[in-house]
């Protein structure tokens, strides 16, 4: 039950109708059921694998817990009988029971996904070697259905019991309480990556019907459609048919191909955090934004600040931060300055770390080495471009252009491009064609074909770019509105008039002008794959 | 809060009316090429007081006209047919025609029993988008629905024809609240000749029996008929595309002995008929044209009024009055294409009816 689908839109209005005319207090079980229901939707089979991270989760996080409040009572009890160091090695022997149990519980669900989503992609690369050597049978496939939204839900739910690890908050003593956290609906199949302590205020206390929160929530679930529905799914043909055939699409249309990438992953990915944040306003509960008009960052650094910030952050600060200052990287560290001197020696376990978190970022999009050059890529870019640091700052000194506009209009492009050239990797099939695509750039000098009706044999007609080009256009104009204010709010000092008008247009523009029904490949969203 | 309620009304009103508009300037017209796609909505124009109801698909509405069947018998008919009309499509059309009038006799063209599953969203999209709203058109979508086809798209076609914005032209805008009618009783007009190149030879099938569901829904039609105590005709139009097998053939048979019901295969009357398949088709076999409709019609109103009880009612001043009007636009369009015909040496404005069965 993808969000474009008719029977999604239904199931929503029956939950939202039943949300609000259930008890307060049993609001938060209907999503709970209701969540339940969706996912039963995909395969009840699948039930088993979010009930295993579920309830192991619960079980480890509850068993954490305890050692926390343990630990702190025994504390309490005994504040002026033990000695510092008795404390010391108290709160030692209980980190590493709690440390014992975290890996436990990250060693069942990182190893539930590691072998749905891997097992395939290690026995390909085992094969390929064994090929080498010259042996002539190799391991067979596996076949695994993948559970849905698992990416997701695993590293929720694994951020949230690293949180109980770390006291950070009381773990969740209702079963079901954790359950909703893990499988929310809205959520499950792109996130945002959501943290417990963001949560559970909303999602578990009770809401009165607001009509002016629903309103707004409705017109985000509608922007997100008209993003999804008008322009990402109308542009898919356009990518689809240049990646798919690299011996004929070459030079400039790599080019071209990037540029609808681009914009078609934007509307898809937001179009459908929007339409996820939306529904979620309509029950009342609060998500954090996923995206911070990254498009107008201005370096790769800051385009991951403002893209998929709660992948980013989920990396940065369960994956990051621990392995930058955990024991071994800080003996290599030592070890490194006194051998390499203080520039490399402070640089080598950022750099390893780096490293690690952006294969791992890689490998989280996808079981295949072009997800893994990719985020290779970005690390890549990330670490020269703080190298170059100095260099930046030496420019800028001498020629201060950082409030010029011709300058920052520069860096925004430039960015842009960048993650173009190393986002395509998500398309084409394989590394190999990747780089030879990118080689065409350079030596196939192609540019006018595009004007001598190459624009019109991508698999985009006439009429396809009539209704691109303005809907891109408007995609941009709400995102310039939206670094100073929200087009929602703008509208909402608007005229009843002009509001609803703006809301109609915006709803004939999906029904008439959307990619969608016979005719149309219907997409899933991009995202929901990972 | 009264003010509001009122703003929100007539946004509603609006918004509802605009919709609808939309929906009616993007759906298809069927006004220039593949005529087809009106005949199932004609019907409700008409006087609903007919002596028979032909069901079926392109090989009743091409072969058989109602006009002439008046004219020659006085018997007043309507063609309840669409192309590639599935056999639950007749049964769903034949219940709603039912709470409209009571026919003496219903005729059924049985080359659909060869479906036993829905084909084709484009020729349900023609049945059933013209088919008012009731429990027989719920019946029939539900019946018809290929895979990526949704019920919802038939309550709101907009959602279906959408992406035809950028096909718009003057006519869709001309006929959006209202049509001429194209047919004859149901009957879709083709005057122009193309000879019947080569009698088929029909290729092996693996299995010759008709499927369950084609069964399910003939005995359907006969337990209807039945119950209204109307008699029903099983008929094989004298198209000679698509092949009839005798091995169907022998099912229909078999099937009319045990309903006590009527079969009549017309494919093994043609000569008496007088069916010439070097004039009487305008595609080469598969429907016949005016001259052989005609042919047709007469031989069959024969049958129905010697064999079947049925008497003229051209004495009737009301009905005569209506009929004659409608042989006064038969005869009028049969003139015009013949025409058209012989300035251009076909038909130029009458379109080109898709090539259905």
Known sequence: MIFTSYEFIFFLVIVFALYYMAPKKFQWVLLLVA??????????????????TTVSTYIFSSRIGKIHEEQDMYLKQNKGELSRQERKEYKEVMKSKRFRLLVICLFINFGILGVIKYTNFVIANVNSLFANLGFTRGLTFVNFAVP?????????????????YRGKYKYE??????ALFTSFFPQLIQGPISRFDDLKETMFSEHSFDSSNISFGVHRIIWGYFKKLVIADRLLSGVTTIVGDPATYQGVYVLLGMFFYAIQLYADFTGGIDITIGIGQIFGIRLKENFIRPFFSKSVTEYWRRWHISLGSWFRDYMFYPISVSGPMLKLSKSSRRLLGDGIGKRL?????????????????????????????????????????PLYVRFHNRFDVRANFTFRLFQVVRTFWIMSFI????????????????????????????????????????????????????????SLIGRRTSLRELLAERSQAVRYAAFAAIIFGIIIFGAYGIGYDSSKFIYSQF | MSKKIITNTIAIIIFVFI??????????????????????????????????????????????SPASLWEEEGITSYIRGSAQQLIWQSYYLLEETLKYEKPQVVVFNVLAMKYNEPQNEAYNRMTLDGMRWSKSKIGAIKASMTEGEHFIEYVFPILRYHSRWSELTGEDFRYMFGKKPLSHNGYLMRADIKPVAKIPEGRPLPDYQFGENSYYYLDKITRLCKDNDIELILIKSPSVYPYWYEEWDKQMIDYAKENDISYINFLEVVDEIGIDYEKDTFDGGLHLNLSGAEKFTKYFGEILTNDFGLQSRKDDPVLA?????????YNWMKKDQMAEIAEYGKLISYGAPAQAQ
């Open chain 1, 35 to 52: 969540s339940y229901t969706f996912y039963a939707y995909a395969g009840v089979k699948f039930l088993v694998y979010i009930l295993v």
């Open chain 1, 148 to 164: 849905l939204g698992i990416s997701f839900y695993t590293f929720q739910t694994m951020g949230y019991v690293i949180d109980i």
């Open chain 1, 173 to 178: 003593k209702n079963l079901f309480k954790l």
């Open chain 1, 349 to 389: 376990p950022v750099y390893i770390s780096s490293i690690i978190v952006w294969f791992t970022t890689g490998i989280w999009h996808g079981a295949a080495w072009n997800f893994i050059v990719w985020g290779l890529l970005n690390c890549l870019v990330i670490l020269v471009s703080q190298e170059l640091e």
């Open chain 1, 423 to 478: 986002r395509i990797l998500d398309c084409y099939r394989d590394v190999g064609t990747t780089f030879r695509m990118y080689g065409t750039i350079f030596t196939k000098f192609n540019f006018m074909e595009l004007f001598r009706g190459g624009l019109l044999e991508v698999g985009l007609s006439i009429s396809d770019y009539i209704v691109l080009i303005p809907s891109v256009l408007l995609m941009l104009v709400v």
């Open chain 2, 19 to 64: 919709f609808f508009f939309l929906q009616r300037l993007l759906m298809p017209k069927y006004m220039s090429e593949i005529f087809e796609g009106n005949l199932i909505e004609e019907y409700y124009k008409s006087n609903k007081d007919h002596d028979v109801i032909f069901l079926g698909d392109c090989e009743v509405f091409s072969n058989i």
């Open chain 2, 321 to 329: 009055s209506v009929w004659n009007e409608k042989l006064e636009y």
